[in-house]
């Protein structure tokens, strides 16, 4: 069964702290691997999509990576701006169509 | 371009009730996604439509049925609500093919007393 877990469940960083967030994922054929940030009460905002290991992509203070196992959103001097959950997703050959999501990091950025 | 949209934002319903969200896909997508959002987990799969047919369903039972429209909109239906239905239901809208993004909607908030 596909499987997609996210750590930690919560990130406290100071204004400037860079860190990075981890998505370790079980699936039969991945098909792509996306990473969204959701804001309370809000729907999922897209940020990136992977496809095959050693892919990375960036936008503005975020990175993206991928390996065979696992993935990880870089953050690089964060903002209070920042502060949101954010959420890792694959598609593989078994779910077909459908997005497999993790329970998403909850990060919090304080100035 | 338009983005995906919902209704209604916020819905409060007692237990046996039916209840329908409606969804507007982003102009160019074909193919409409809905998924179920229990607080603090993520969201899971409960079907997809494509070409008015669906198209992949999760685990979820069948008193959760949809609709797509020849505009590409989308219906979810939920006969007799439980408790546990209460959460924040999401469409989603991508193009057709493999591994497309799903960009989602702002989300309807279901309310079950």
């Known amino acids: 069964e596909d499987q997609v877990t996210q750590s930690p469940e919560a990130l406290r960083l100071q204004e400037g702290e860079s860190s990075s967030l981890n998505c370790s994922y079980t699936?039969?054929?991945?098909?792509?691997l996306f990473w969204y940030r959701q804001d309370p009460g809000k729907g999922p905002e897209f940020l990136f999509t992977l496809y095959s290991a050693g892919e990375e992509k960036e936008k503005e203070r975020l990175k993206a990576t991928l390996t065979k196992k696992e993935s990880f959103l870089h953050i690089t001097a964060p903002k209070p701006e920042d502060s949101a959950t954010y959420l890792c997703a694959v598609q593989s050959n078994q779910a077909g169509t459908a997005l497999i999501f993790g329970k998403g990091t909850t990060l919090s950025v304080s100035s | 371009e338009t983005g995906v949209t919902q209704s209604p934002t916020h819905l409060i319903k007692t237990r046996g009730q039916q209840v329908t969200l409606r969804c507007s896909s982003q102009s160019g997508h074909n193919t409409v996604s809905w998924y179920q959002q229990a607080l603090g987990q993520g969201p899971q799969f409960i079907f997809q439509y494509y070409r008015e047919e669906e198209n992949g369903r999760g685990n979820f039972p069948p008193r959760f049925s949809g609709l797509q429209f020849p505009n590409y909109s989308s219906e979810l239906n939920v006969n007799a609500l439980e408790l546990d239905d209460s959460a924040l239901y999401l469409c989603?809208?991508?193009?057709?093919?493999?591994?497309?993004?799903?960009?989602f909607g702002p989300g309807t908030r279901l309310l079950v007393l």
């Open positions: 699936v039969s054929g991945l098909r792509g």
């Open positions: 989603a809208s991508s193009s057709s093919g493999t591994a497309e993004t799903q960009y």
